[in-house]
């Protein structure tokens, strides 16, 4: 089972804005991202930098939650969105980046 901890709020302060239909679905998504040794590939997808978006849709919204593994068994949430493009926004992603950053500068 992979340990998963967000980092900071960023997490958290989604969720909240989020309606209870809208978190439960990224939670049961989360959950089987815990617990199962394989995902199916739509869920995830490598950006750059250490850098993967997990993805969860729900009704006709998308959810990108930006992570990085940390060794082997930890997943460290960083900033998430609710998208509106097709693209992922290039900010979001220079966003995890610098948040990858300050999480190991913190962690040494």
């Known amino acids: 089972m992979k340990k998963i901890i967000a ?3 960023y997490y958290t302060d989604f969720m909240n804005s989020l ?7 990224i939670l049961r998504a989360l959950l ?6 394989k995902i199916p590939y739509h869920y995830i997808k490598y950006l750059r930098d250490g850098i993967y ?5 729900y009704i006709n919204n998308e959810f990108r939650l930006f992570f990085i593994y940390d060794g082997e068994t ?14 992922t ?10 948040l990858k950053k300050e999480y190991y500068e913190q962690k040494e």
């Open 7 to 9: 980092y900071k709020r």
């Open 19 to 25: 309606s209870k239909p809208e978190r439960l679905k």
């Open 32 to 37: 089987l991202f815990e617990t199962e040794d």
């Open 53 to 57: 978006e997990f993805r969860v849709s």
């Open 74 to 87: 930890i997943v460290v949430l960083f900033n998430c969105i609710k998208k509106k493009s097709q693209k």
């Open 89 to 98: 926004p290039e900010n979001e992603i220079k966003k995890a980046i610098k």
